[in-house]
T-cell receptor
């Protein structure tokens, strides 16, 4: 099993540019989570999907952020326009939503985003 | 809503000693309590979890205890080793499969 796959692993961009982060969950997992990690704010949940449907996007900081999950094996997190304060490590995680809800979340390697 | 406070923020122990990290929460509906370990530059990984119908769970040198009445749960690491040095996050869930994470504890094991 390849685990959760994220791309790119590193992204450096200039303020105002559009940034798209990509995630492929573990095959068979039907819940997908996007997190942002910074020293100041720790690990924050931005949005999560169950069966490709967004369930809770209350953590999305503002309208510049959007996320989609067009099918069970792919999700994107887009920032447009990007700002320096968006610099962080963005993690994607997936889990199985079956029976009881308390299943392990498997994290991807993360995308380190730097906005200059 | 769910909220969790984690203490201490940093912890330094001598190799072989024990380490304890504590988390407190306010929502009595919380019923799943995992702990994640994140090594420098790596992803968070689950090391142990406990559900609300259990008071304690052990896995080799790692144990977690839960006090639902007092609304706190703790991670215990015995016989610490240098490879235990990492950031440890507690988390909890009460509604669906959404996790709320604590702020993290930087554990340094000195050899």
């Amino acid at each position: 099993d390849a685990g959760v796959i994220q791309s790119p692993r590193h992204e450096v961009t200039e303020m105002g540019q559009e940034v798209t982060l990509r995630c492929k969950p573990i095959s068979g997992h039907n819940s997908l989570f996007w997190y942002r990690q910074t020293m100041m704010r720790g690990l924050e949940l931005l949005i999560y999907f169950n069966n490709n449907v967004p369930i809770d996007d209350s953590g999305m900081p503002e309208d510049r952020f959007s996320a989609k999950m067009p099918n069970a094996s792919f999700s994107t997190l887009k920032i447009q326009p990007s700002e320096p304060r968006d610099s962080a490590v963005y993690f994607c995680a997936s889990s199985i939503l079956a029976g009881g809800p308390y299943n392990e979340q498997f994290f991807g390697p993360g995308t380190r985003l730097t906005v200059l | 809503g769910e909220n969790v406070e984690q203490h201490p923020s940093t912890l330094s122990v001598q190799e072989g000693d024990s380490a304890v990290i504590k988390c407190t929460y306010s929502d009595s509906a919380s019923n799943y309590f995992p702990w994640y370990k994140q090594e420098l530059g790596k992803r968070p990984q689950l090391i142990i979890d406990i559900r609300s119908n259990v008071g304690e769970k052990k896995d080799q040198r790692i144990a977690v205890t839960l006090n639902k009445t007092a609304k706190h749960f703790s991670l215990h690491i015995t016989e610490t080793q240098p490879e235990d040095s990492a950031v440890y996050f507690c988390a909890l869930s009460g509604y669906g499969n959404k996790l709320v994470f604590g702020a993290g504890t930087i554990l340094r094991v000195k050899s």
